[in-house]
């Protein structure tokens, strides 16, 4: 058994489950890992979230069991990405949970230095996947999933054409994503364009 750190939209245990079968995820944060808008996704024009090292930094997310068949799914999955073994001091949980550190813990982490542009937006769907899954820990979580996540440029919401290839079909959070947005990054959402196909 293996331990996978979702800081993206492994977060969702819906996207999860879309890759592979895993075990319950466990809400926690991780000094040394810093989270960007900086992995170009040429399939459908857009950018999506990558980490990298980063000693000072903090990343919340969540960490989930797998076997060795599942985790060569997500390897597949996060093609473009490297797994990189985490230490387990680095790793604090949300609320009382108890960390199944006797399991390797591996995180996907990127080379890329890329931001989000115009031909390569953050995608609206992209993110209410994410911001979901976040939610299902509490707002606070959401919360700060938006504040250690950098640069925010560039949003698109593209809810009504979903370019986005493992989108919710449930659109019950998207008053709810939209009002995280208003209050932790009012400048993104107010300039945040339609997506033309």
Request: proline share 8%; net charge negative; aromatic share 10%.
């Amino acid at each position: 058994m293996h331990c996978l750190f979702g800081y993206g939209s492994l977060i969702c245990a819906d996207s999860r489950s879309r890759t592979g079968i895993s075990g319950d995820a466990i809400p926690v944060e991780v000094t040394g890992i810093a989270r960007r808008w900086s992995v170009p996704v040429p399939s459908y024009r857009a950018t999506a979230v990558g980490a990298h090292q980063d000693p000072d930094s903090h990343c919340n997310g969540v960490i989930f069991l797998v076997d060795d068949d599942n985790l060569s799914r997500f390897d597949t999955r996060e093609q473009g990405y490297r797994r990189l073994r985490i230490d387990w001091t680095d790793v604090k949980p949300a609320g009382d949970h108890t960390l199944p550190d006797h399991y390797p813990l591996w995180a996907y982490v990127g080379h890329h230095t890329d931001e989000p542009q115009p031909d390569r937006p953050i995608m609206q769907t992209y993110l209410d996947v994410i911001l979901n899954g976040c939610l299902g820990y509490g707002e606070t979580f959401a919360r700060r999933f938006l504040q250690t996540t950098t640069p925010w440029q560039h949003l698109v919401d593209d809810r009504h054409a979903p370019n986005y290839p493992r989108a919710m079909r449930d659109t019950s959070i998207h008053p709810i994503v939209d009002g995280l947005l208003h209050t932790e990054l009012p400048e993104l959402i107010t300039g945040r364009q339609t997506y033309t196909p």
